[in-house]
């Protein structure tokens, strides 16, 4: 409990400077936002599989075209680093691995494109950059937070997967199907896919959402709160739950990079199916945007332990 405390106040005390800094701004079509994604926040003592995210996001919404029907496009770059560890094989004498998943770093850089579609329609299209290994330096920033909080000593990382870099071109379309007179609920559809060196797979969620809600052309979920016009000042809050199902076809933070022929991915073979559910709370006004999410997923191994979960934090300033 005390660790879970003092990861969520470093990360308040980080953020909350931001809200302070910046001046009275009319035109808000800029946002920078910060994402910790840990399984400390479960609260539960766990430490394992993904076990760390970190990214770092630069949004801006571009002009509309007058004889366009899209009434809105936002440009993303994402910076970030994920960390995966394994749970200890005790006898791990009579099996070829020691660690029930792979050890790997995942450091990563995206551009992507949302737009904005009549009739509550969302089309995203992202490229993606990363790479794994010793490279992406997930062992040197796991051991830092595990003495910055004065945790156990991370050991494992001597069977982490080779280097390999790679990229991924990936697609989502978002979909809102019902939305009550009362603005209040409302229930979508999203369907994505990726495609590339590090991970290849396709999955359909169906999001609920209950609150003060917008339109999806409006709303923080879609990120189509950025816009060229006058900031809207309304807030926007809601409670979100969003069960999704995918097939996984290739996952390089399990296997090793694609045609490596990594001989620590050899030894593990991935789930091709994952079902997944996500629930959370968001707030926002025409200034910042923050809320929490947990995540609760089946095995992304046929050798792992234990099903897959974590918790998000995430903060967003608009200028």
Request: contains cysteine.
């Amino acid at each position: 409990m005390s660790v879970a405390l003092r990861f969520l106040g470093l990360f308040w005390a980080v953020i909350f400077p931001c809200f302070f800094v910046f001046g009275q701004v009319k035109f808000r079509n800029q946002e920078i936002a910060i994402q910790n994604d840990n399984d400390v926040y479960l609260l539960t003592g766990q430490d394992r599989y993904y076990t760390n995210g970190i990214n770092i996001n630069y949004r801006i919404a571009l002009p509309g075209k007058p004889d366009s029907q899209t009434s809105n496009t936002v440009l993303d770059f994402e910076i970030g680093q994920r960390i995966y560890n394994g749970i200890s094989i005790i006898d791990y004498r009579r099996q070829e691995k020691k660690y029930d998943r792979p050890f790997a770093g995942y450091l990563y850089f995206s551009a992507g494109v949302t737009r904005f579609l009549p009739h509550d329609q969302v089309v995203e299209f992202k490229t993606e950059l990363a790479q794994i290994g010793p490279k992406s330096y997930g062992e040197e920033a796991q051991k830092f937070i595990h003495h910055l909080f004065g945790m156990y000593e991370a050991t494992g990382w001597d069977t982490q997967l080779r280097n390999s870099f790679g990229i991924d071109l990936s697609a989502t379309y978002k979909k809102g199907l019902y939305r009550s007179q009362n603005q209040q609920f409302d229930v979508g559809i999203i369907g994505e896919g990726t495609i590339g060196i590090n991970n290849t797979n396709m999955g359909i969620a169906v999001p609920l959402r209950l609150g003060r809600l917008k339109s999806y052309q409006a709303s923080t979920f879609t990120h189509g709160h950025l816009t060229q016009g006058r900031a809207n000042n309304d807030k926007e809050w809601y409670f979100v739950y969003q069960p999704s199902v995918s097939r996984i076809f290739y996952s390089a933070t399990v296997e090793g990079g694609r045609g490596k022929n990594d001989p620590i991915g050899k030894l593990y073979t991935i789930q091709p199916w994952m079902l997944s559910h996500r629930i959370g709370f968001n707030w926002s006004n025409h200034k910042i945007n923050y809320g929490i999410n947990y995540i609760f997923n089946s095995k992304e191994l046929k050798s792992v332990f234990h099903r897959h979960q974590y918790g998000e934090l995430f903060f967003a300033y608009r200028f």
